[in-house]
């Protein structure tokens, strides 16, 4: 079978032959069709995850959407994570108890693209957040893949307004693109104004931040939090650390909560997932993604490094 395979920390995969897995007890085949190249596969391939260095060579991807015995399913993979190859192949071999079984309808390669990152942004909204109908949601970070997920998925929870913040003139036009009711731009590390900016583009005191971003732009959105607000941290693309004031956090008594999917029971990922597929399917939850060859991974991998990938990549190996 054709796989793509990470053979030197730090550099891209090599797309090669190899022979098909053979599955142990509990295990199955998965006929791969979409699988995406995630932050996460890029940080594990690095060698400077807090996962530590991968043993090499192995085949990446830590999730991705196929067929078995029937089936059309979604598979996690704890590869670059732990010993094990993942979805960036023609065939993985997955625990069978970890399979995903996905609705009828379900596009295999938009379910990829939106994957654990749309299912980040929902339980992050709703079962951390508490989000509410008729409340005010700011998104951070909105063009990525959580982000353009999050603001879809707050208004489909029933937010009155939806503020996106997005760094890139491209991440703004996905977030505007997503449904957002304004798109803040963050351009500057000045805490100040990214507040002022906030302030305006808000209909009055905002009841919850979502935050993959951390740093200057978390601190500017927690400053347009009513009493009693809360601000979900789930990333710290900007900066590993965020200048928010005590006497803010003490004043209006405000929520700082951490999120991360590896809280999450197999039974709530799995419930999300299908949640997620349904979404999509019905046409109410997409993000920018581009479909790309497995033969082409090496490239495509360089580009979704880069940024200049025109959303999440997705390899098709069939």
């Known amino acids: 079978m054709r796989a793509a395979e990470i053979r030197e920390c730090g550099r891209p995969p090599v797309v090669a032959d190899r022979e098909p897995p053979v599955p142990g007890d509990g295990e199955v085949l998965v006929d791969v069709l979409a699988a995406p190249i995630t932050p996460l596969d890029l940080l ?7 996962f530590g260095t991968p043993a090499t060579p192995y085949v990446p991807g830590v999730q991705g959407v196929g067929t078995s015995r029937g089936r059309t399913v979604w598979f996690p993979s704890p590869a670059g994570m732990a010993p094990g190859d993942g979805s960036m192949a023609e065939v993985a071999c997955v625990p069978e108890a970890s399979l995903v079984e996905l609705p009828g309808g379900a596009d295999p390669v938009r379910l990829a693209a939106l994957g654990l990152s749309a299912v980040a942004a929902h339980m992050a909204l709703t079962w951390r957040g508490g989000l509410a109908a008729g409340e005010q949601v700011i998104v951070l970070g909105a063009g990525g893949v959580v982000g353009q997920a999050a603001v879809r998925l707050a208004r489909t929870a029933g937010a009155r307004r939806v503020v996106a913040g997005a760094r890139s003139p491209g991440a703004r036009a996905r977030a505007a693109a997503a449904g957002a009711d304004a798109v803040v731009a ?15 583009a808000a209909d009055g005191p905002v009841d919850l931040v979502l935050d ?13 939090l009513r009493p009693g607000g809360r601000l979900v941290n789930l990333g710290s693309s900007a900066d590993e650390t965020c200048p928010i004031e005590s006497s803010l956090l003490r004043g209006r008594s405000l929520r700082l909560l951490g999120y991360t999917n590896n809280e999450l029971s ?27 060859p497995l033969e082409d991974a090496a490239e495509a991998w360089r580009r979704q490094g880069a940024g200049t990938a025109a959303g999440r990549i997705v390899l098709t190996p069939r």
């Open 44 to 50: 594990c391939a690095s060698g400077t995850s807090y």
């Open 186 to 200: 963050l351009d500057t590390a000045d805490v100040a104004e990214l507040a002022r900016r906030f302030t305006g």
């Open 212 to 224: 993959p971003l951390f740093g200057a732009p978390a601190a500017a959105a927690a400053r347009t």
């Open 266 to 292: 197999a039974e709530q990922r799995a419930a999300s997932i299908r949640f997620v597929a349904e979404q999509a399917a019905s046409g109410r939850l997409d993000a920018a993604h581009e479909t790309v």
